[in-house]
C-alpha cells in the first residue's frame, strides 16, 4: 500500500526553524515527484514546493529562499526545511505524491504554528 | 499568474444534482489538465477526479468533470447528492509546468 506518514509539526517562534519530515511506504520517493502543501487556519490549499526525480525543486515565492525540499532515498523520506519562519506561515503542511500532476496520496498533514 | 476562481459555497438537497464551477485567469484551463480533491473536516484531501474527467477507483460515477473552453472553466457535477459529500472540493492544475495552483475551494452543503 502506498501511504505517506508525516512528523516534526510544532510551536516554533518567528524567525525560528523547523524540519517536517513525510516517511513514504510502498513507493521510493526518488522515482517520483514529491510536493508540499499547505492549508492555514480555515483557509484553501496552498502549493509550497516540488522535488523533480532528477532532483531539480521549485518553490511558491512566498517560501522561496527560506525553505529546502529534500528526499533521502536511504530512509525513503522527504523533507521540508523551514527557515525564517514568520506568522503568515502558520498551517498543515501535507506531502503529497504526484502522479501525472496531481496528488495522490497525501500524508495526514503536520500542524505548524507560528507564534511568541 | 494563473489562478483558479471557485465559488465560496454551493448546496443540494439529497438526490440533486450539483455543479462546482473552476475559473482560469491569466491563462487557459485547457492547457493543463484540471484535477478535483474532496476535503472533509480534520482529514487530507483525497481525489475525486483527474485529468479533467478521470475518476479514481472507488470514487462513484455520480462525480463527473467537463472542460468549457469558452467560459475558460472546469467544472465538477455530483449527481443523486448523498450527505457524505458533503465537504470542502478543490480544483488543481498547473502553471507552467513548475508551479501547482489550486482554487480557493467550495464548501458543499447537503441540506
Known amino acids: 500500500e502506498v501511504q505517506l506518514v508525516q512528523s516534526g509539526g510544532a510551536l516554533v517562534q518567528p524567525g525560528g526553524s523547523l524540519r517536517l519530515s513525510c516517511a513514504a511506504s510502498?513507493?521510493?520517493?526518488?522515482?517520483?515527484?514529491m510536493s508540499w502543501i499547505r492549508q492555514a487556519p480555515g483557509k484553501g490549499l496552498e502549493w509550497v514546493a516540488v522535488?523533480?526525480?532528477?532532483?531539480?525543486?521549485y518553490y511558491a515565492d512566498s517560501v522561496k529562499g527560506r525553505f529546502t525540499i529534500s528526499r533521502d532515498g536511504s530512509n525513503n523520506t522527504l523533507y521540508l526545511q523551514m527557515n525564517s519562519l514568520r506568522d503568515e506561515d502558520t498551517a498543515l503542511y501535507f506531502c503529497a505524491k504526484e502522479k501525472d500532476r496531481w496528488f495522490d496520496p497525501w500524508g495526514q498533514g503536520s500542524l505548524v504554528t507560528v507564534s511568541s | 499568474n494563473f489562478m483558479l476562481t471557485q465559488p465560496h459555497s454551493v448546496s443540494g438537497s439529497p438526490g440533486e444534482t450539483v455543479t462546482i464551477s473552476c475559473t482560469g485567469t491569466?491563462?487557459?484551463?485547457?492547457?493543463?489538465?484540471v484535477h478535483w480533491y474532496q476535503q472533509r473536516p480534520g482529514s487530507a484531501p483525497t481525489t475525486v477526479l483527474y485529468?479533467?474527467?478521470?475518476?479514481p477507483s472507488g470514487v462513484p460515477d455520480r462525480f463527473s468533470g467537463s472542460i468549457d473552453i469558452s467560459s475558460n472553466s472546469a467544472s465538477l457535477t455530483i449527481s443523486g447528492l448523498k450527505t457524505e459529500d458533503e465537504a470542502d472540493y478543490y480544483c488543481?492544475?498547473?502553471?507552467?509546468?513548475?508551479?501547482?495552483?489550486f482554487g480557493g475551494g467550495t464548501q458543499l452543503a447537503v441540506l
Open positions: 522535488i523533480y526525480i532528477g532532483g531539480t525543486t
Open positions: 491569466g491563462g487557459s484551463v485547457a492547457s493543463n489538465y
Open positions: 488543481q492544475s498547473y502553471h507552467g509546468s513548475d508551479h501547482a495552483v
Open positions: 510502498g513507493f521510493d520517493v526518488s522515482d517520483t515527484y
Open positions: 485529468e479533467d474527467d478521470q475518476r
